[in-house]
């Protein structure tokens, strides 16, 4: 069974202070692919990135990065110089080698950045 | 370019009605997906679907039906509902079989009275 922990339900922050948001993961596939997608007060889905098992370089894009690491089962997401409009519930998500190759989603992360 | 559409986006109904929820995506994508998303339980797939007539059950199906007659479009149907279907429920759509991104409708927020 695959599950995805994100242990900070809510992380307050002041604008243009960096934050880190946690995911770890658990799952016996080999191939499996992470996820982070990001859900905007207005309640939509918006997808960030997606890694393969495979693949454990770093990856920047803008102010967000992301840190995966296989020995650890984490892949955690990066917000540098954070803004109001960052304020959002970001989900991590894992899809194995499951039939369908379903998506498992993590509880989610509150991030409330305040000007 | 609409991609992935449902409707309607809100709806209340009473405890025991049926109710159907559409889901549209123009970018003829093989897989197709339900979830609902409840406080304290994130998103949790209800039913999915490979392909038009093909579709299984996901996590949490008890209480849904679903059918795919054509590639575009998969109805969620609740048969009789109930205070605890009240959610906000998410179609997904897919490219095709791996674990390629799924991408999300704008959502359809759901009151069981």
């Known amino acids: 069974a695959q599950k995805v922990t994100q242990a900070q339900t809510e992380i307050s922050v002041v604008e243009k202070e960096d934050v880190t948001l946690d995911c770890v993961y658990e799952t016996r596939d080999t191939t499996y692919y992470l996820f982070w997608y990001k859900q905007p007060p207005s309640g939509e889905l918006v997808f960030l990135i997606r890694r393969n098992s495979f693949d454990e370089q770093n990856e920047i894009s803008g102010r967000y990065s992301w840190n995966f690491q296989k020995s650890t089962s984490s892949f955690n997401f990066t917000i540098t110089a954070s803004q109001v409009v960052d304020s959002a519930v970001y989900f991590c998500a894992l899809s194995g080698d499951n039939a369908g190759n379903m998506l498992t989603f993590g509880g989610g992360t509150r991030l409330m950045v305040k000007p | 370019d609409a991609g992935i559409t449902q409707s309607p986006r809100y709806k209340i109904t009473e405890t025991g009605r049926q109710v159907t929820l559409m889901c549209h995506q123009t970018w003829s994508h093989s897989y197709m997906f339900w979830y609902r998303q409840d406080l304290g339980h994130g998103l949790r797939l209800i039913y999915y679907?490979?392909?038009?007539?093909?579709?299984d059950k996901g996590e949490v199906p008890d209480g849904y039906v679903v059918s795919r007659s054509k590639t575009e479009n998969f109805p969620l149907t609740l048969e009789s509902a109930t205070r605890s279907q009240t959610s906000v429920y998410f179609c997904?759509?897919?490219?095709?079989?791996?674990?390629?991104?799924?991408?999300f409708g704008p959502g359809t927020r759901l009151l069981v009275l």
């Open positions: 679907s490979a392909a038009a007539d093909i579709t």
């Open positions: 997904a759509s897919r490219k095709g079989q791996g674990a390629g991104t799924q991408y």
